[in-house]
C-alpha cells in the first residue's frame, strides 16, 4: 500500500533533513528543523546554550541536551532503522552520553544505577561508605 | 523493565508559586489527553502489535511519555510549593487541598479523576494507530490553551516543549501506520483485522 487510498489515513515519511544543534534540539522540543511547527503565541527560536559554570547544572544541561538528541534520534530510528547518517549521529551521540554520564557521577552523583560504580567510594554527602544512588537531589525540586 | 535516570528529560525550574496555574496544568497529568493516559494507552496496545517496530516505536513513545508525566507532576509540585491557607483560598485551589493538600494525584483540570476509560486498546492495529495520532493532537490542542492563557515564562517554555513532542509524535505514528498497511490487502485495508486474522499477514512477523 505505497501509494494513497480511500477511507484510510496516510502521514508522508520523512525524509532525513536539516537539524538544530542539541541545545536549541531541546529548547524547541525536536531535533528536526522540519518537524518545529510551533503555536502562533509562542515566541521565536530560543538559544539553548549551557551556562558556563563550571558546576553540577552545567554538565547536567549537557547531558539533558545529548540524551534529547538521543530520544527524538529513536524515534526516527525506530521508522528508519537504515538511515545511515541517523545511525552514525546515533552512534557518535551515544558515546559522548556515555562519557558524560561517567563524569557526572565521578564529580557530583550517578543518574543511573549503573553509574553508581563510578562514584562508590568516593567522598559522598554521607561519607565514604554509604549507597551513593541516594546523594544528589530530587529531579522534581528544580534545583 | 525500566531502569530510572534521575533527572528530568526537560528542565522544570518554577520559582514563582501559582496554585491557579497548578489546577489548569494538573489535567496533563491525569486529564482525558493527560500524559498518564498517553503513557498507558501506547504501553496497553504494544503487545499485539502485528509489526514488531511498531511495538517498539510504542514503547519508546510510552516510555517519553512517563517522561512528560514526570515534567508535569513536577510544575504542579512547585507551583504549590510553600502554599499558605490564604494562597489556597485566594487561587480556588480549595477543592484540591481538602482531598490532597499539596499532594500530587492524578485529575483533570475539573477535577474529574483519572479514569482507563480516557484511552483505548482496541486489538487492531489501525484501529489503535487511529487513536493515537487523535490523541497526540488533543494533548497538542491543550497545550495549545494552556498556552494561550500562562504568561509565566518558567511555566511556557516546559509547555511549548511538551506540546512539540505532541507533534513529532504524531509524524511518527503516521508512519507506524503506513508501515501496518504494507501488511494490509491492497484492494480492501478493511478486510481483515492484522492483529487477529495473522493468516492473511504478507509476511510472518
Excluded at chain 1, 500500500?1 to 480511500?6: G, V
Excluded at chain 2, 496497553?44 to 514503547?59: D, S
Amino acid at each position: 500500500m505505497k501509494e494513497t487510498h480511500l477511507a484510510i489515513a496516510s502521514v508522508p515519511c520523512q525524509q532525513w533533513g536539516p537539524l538544530y544543534d542539541d541545545g536549541k534540539a531541546l529548547r524547541q522540543g525536536t531535533i528536526f528543523q522540519e518537524l518545529d511547527l510551533p503555536f502562533y503565541v509562542t515566541e521565536g527560536i530560543t538559544e539553548g546554550q549551557c551556562a558556563q559554570k563550571g558546576n553540577s547544572s552545567q554538565l547536567l544541561c549537557q547531558i539533558q541536551q545529548i540524551s534529547f538528541v538521543l530520544d527524538d534520534l529513536t524515534l526516527y530510528l525506530d521508522m528508519h532503522s537504515e538511515d545511515g547518517q541517523a545511525l552514525a549521529m546515533y552512534q557518535e551521540k551515544l558515546a559522548v552520553r556515555d562519557q558524560l554520564k561517567k563524569e557526572f557521577a565521578q564529580k557530583f552523583h550517578p543518574l543511573t544505577r549503573d553509574c553508581v560504580a563510578y562514584c562508590q567510594g568516593q567522598a559522598g554527602v554521607h561519607g565514604d561508605h554509604a549507597f551513593c544512588w541516594q546523594d544528589g537531589p530530587m529531579p522534581w525540586e528544580g534545583v | 523493565m525500566w531502569c530510572y535516570e534521575k533527572r528530568l528529560q526537560y528542565p522544570v525550574k518554577i520559582t514563582k508559586t501559582c496554585p491557579k496555574t497548578a489546577q489548569l496544568i494538573i489535567s496533563q497529568y491525569g486529564g482525558p489527553d493527560g500524559e498518564l493516559a498517553a503513557s498507558m494507552r501506547y504501553l496497553a496496545q504494544r503487545y499485539t502489535m502485528p509489526v514488531k517496530a511498531v511495538g517498539g516505536l510504542l514503547t519508546d513513545i510510552g516510555t517519553e511519555e512517563i517522561n512528560h508525566m514526570e515534567i508535569i507532576c513536577a510544575m504542579v509540585y512547585q507551583l504549590t510549593k510553600n502554599l499558605t491557607p490564604d494562597q489556597v483560598k485566594a487561587a480556588g485551589f480549595d477543592a484540591y487541598y481538602i482531598d490532597h493538600t499539596t499532594g500530587l494525584w492524578p485529575q483533570a483540570a475539573a477535577g474529574v479523576p483519572f479514569t482507563s476509560l480516557e484511552f483505548q486498546s482496541k486489538g487492531d492495529a489501525i484501529t489503535d494507530l487511529v487513536e493515537n495520532l487523535a490523541a497526540e493532537q488533543k494533548a497538542r490542542t491543550v497545550y495549545d490553551n494552556l498556552l494561550r492563557i500562562i504568561t509565566d515564562p518558567e511555566v511556557r517554555e516546559p509547555l511549548k516543549f511538551l506540546r512539540a513532542r505532541e507533534i513529532v509524535h504524531f509524524q511518527r505514528f503516521g508512519e507506524a501506520l503506513e508501515k501496518t498497511k504494507e501488511q494490509l490487502d491492497s484492494k480492501n485495508c478493511y478486510y481483515f483485522n492484522p492483529e487477529f486474522d495473522k493468516q492473511f499477514l504478507k509476511t510472518r512477523l
